[in-house]
């Protein structure tokens, strides 16, 4: 049987949340499935990865969040189906679920751009799930390299970042701080010291959205903090014992943290809906789905186009604004109003480095910030943003403790699987591969 409701919104990160709240505040009758049974904040997954904060920091259950709002009901389940056409999604138990208006706000996935290897051996980074796997390999390569040196040669130490966006500089950053200020209070001087990060792009720079200046600043920054930047070549293959270059360097390491892209996720590929740049569907300015009469698509699973006929980037800020506006046009379908075009108003971007750096490119016209004051700026507007009192205050007194002790008591393994390393010779590859390798290694 199919369940009926007003409204279907799949999907419960920064957009469907922020729908389905607005629409609630109007006593709307709204389904909202998420496949986790908790909204997450990625902006700090990475923290969550590097033990600066804890997992309930980012994770918030739905139906606390959506406790007092009566016409909201929360759905735990896998969608596995859209059928846009009729409006109605399945769930991987069989369940089907039909809205008279259909939100398709499931985000996106990582994108590995099928480079061998880099699906099966990186690390992604990309939800709860990827911060606690992510943790748990970092503390076992320490935890190795502590134990016997001899797996420091093997790239014990070695953490590569792929991806020199904001995610990757955000990594970059926390892990080489990390080393450099927290090892050695929990492990040695020695092991601390021989820790190594690098952060790849195929790009000739970092952070390409914001101004050179920005960019300018976070590069020394990186570099000052220990990070070795290699720009301009690309990952051509992730082995389980290091990474190989276009330019032929083969790094060695267990820890390759995978922060290169994202893409829509693949649910879309079968829903008929039209899929545009990077498999997201392309909506129209009222964030509608052009051929497919109340079925509205937004955040990181769409590609839009303000009314001002910019093409938006996949931010927090525009999922949320678009979730937001969203709720607006269908108060209109169900009210009889008239939907409007979407109207984003640009706050600014921002991106951390460590502890006092930071870069802010604050309002419409981006004014540059840097330093102590970008990164105040920065904790306070991710403060802001977090959803939950309880989690606000449990991220403000970790960073209180990390940033003022240096102290991480999340460095708990709770990922087995992920901080068991097998440090066996990879079999592929014959004597003169091996040869290459260890030329590569020498020169890395
Ligand atoms: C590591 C990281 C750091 C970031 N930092 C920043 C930042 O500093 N500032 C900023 O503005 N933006 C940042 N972003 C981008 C921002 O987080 C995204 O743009 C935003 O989360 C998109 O919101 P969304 O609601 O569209 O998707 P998401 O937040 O991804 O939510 C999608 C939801 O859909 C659910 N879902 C997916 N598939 C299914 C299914 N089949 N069935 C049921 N449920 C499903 C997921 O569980 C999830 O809850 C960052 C992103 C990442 C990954």
Do not use: C
């Not at 943003?385 to 393994?413: H, K, N």
């Not at 990922?415 to 290459?436: C, F, L, M, N, V």
Request: net charge positive; aromatic share 6%; no cysteine.
């Amino acid at each position: 049987m199919v369940e009926t409701h007003e409204v279907v919104i799949v999907g419960a990160g920064f957009a469907g949340v922020s729908a389905a709240k607005e629409l609630a505040s109007h006593g709307v009758d709204v389904l909202l499935v998420d496949k986790n049974n908790y909204h997450q904040f990625q902006p700090l997954i990475y923290q969550v990865a590097t033990a600066q904060i804890a997992n309930r920091d980012v994770a918030r259950p739905l139906r606390a969040i959506f406790r007092r709002d009566r016409s909201v009901k929360v759905t735990t389940a896998e969608v596995t189906k859209i059928d846009a056409g009729t409006r109605t999604v399945t769930t991987s138990d069989g369940l089907e679920f039909r809205g008279r208006i259909l939100v398709i706000a499931t985000g996106a996935e990582v994108n590995f751009f099928g480079i061998p290897g880099a699906d099966e051996h990186a690390f992604p980074l990309y939800s709860l799930d990827d911060a606690a796997r992510l943790r748990s390999r970092l503390l076992g390569a320490l935890d190795a390299a502590d134990r016997d040196r001899r797996y420091v040669e093997k790239g014990a130490l070695n953490v590569v970042i792929v991806g020199g966006g904001a995610t990757g500089v955000e990594t970059a950053g926390a892990v080489a701080e990390s080393m450099r200020e927290v090892v050695p209070a929990y492990l040695s001087k020695e092991v601390a010291a021989s820790g190594k990060v690098y952060l790849v792009d195929m790009l000739p720079d970092i952070l390409m959205p914001f101004s050179e200046k920005s960019r300018k600043y976070a590069a020394e920054r990186l570099r000052a903090a220990g990070v070795e930047l290699k720009l301009g070549v690309s990952v051509t293959e992730v082995r389980k014992d290091g990474v190989l270059l276009k330019d032929g360097t083969f790094i060695p390491s267990r820890t390759v943290v995978w922060a290169g892209g994202l893409k829509a996720r693949g649910l879309l590929g079968d829903s008929g809906l039209p899929q545009g740049k990077g498999g997201r569907i392309d909506v129209g300015p009222e964030l509608t789905v052009p051929g497919f009469e109340g079925v509205y698509a937004l955040g990181d699973s769409a590609n839009i186009t303000d009314a001002k006929g910019q093409k938006l980037p996949q931010l927090g800020s525009v999922a949320q604004q678009s979730g937001k506006w969203v709720a607006r046009n269908i108060l209109a379908d169900l009210r009889g109003g008239r939907r409007e075009p979407f109207v984003y108003r640009d706050k600014g971007i921002m991106a951390m480095i460590g502890r006092g750096a930071a870069i802010a490119e604050l309002g419409s016209k981006h004014q540059h910030f840097a330093g102590p004051l970008a990164f105040l700026a920065w904790l306070g507007v991710h403060v802001a943003l977090m959803s939950g009192v309880r989690e606000r205050i449990g991220a403000v007194v970790s960073w209180f403790w990390d940033y003022g002790t240096r102290r991480r008591p999340q460095i708990v393994v709770d990922r087995p699987d992920a901080y068991r390393i097998d440090w066996s010779e990879p079999e592929q590859g014959g004597k003169q591969e091996q040869k290459k390798q260890q030329r590569a290694r020498a020169s890395a």
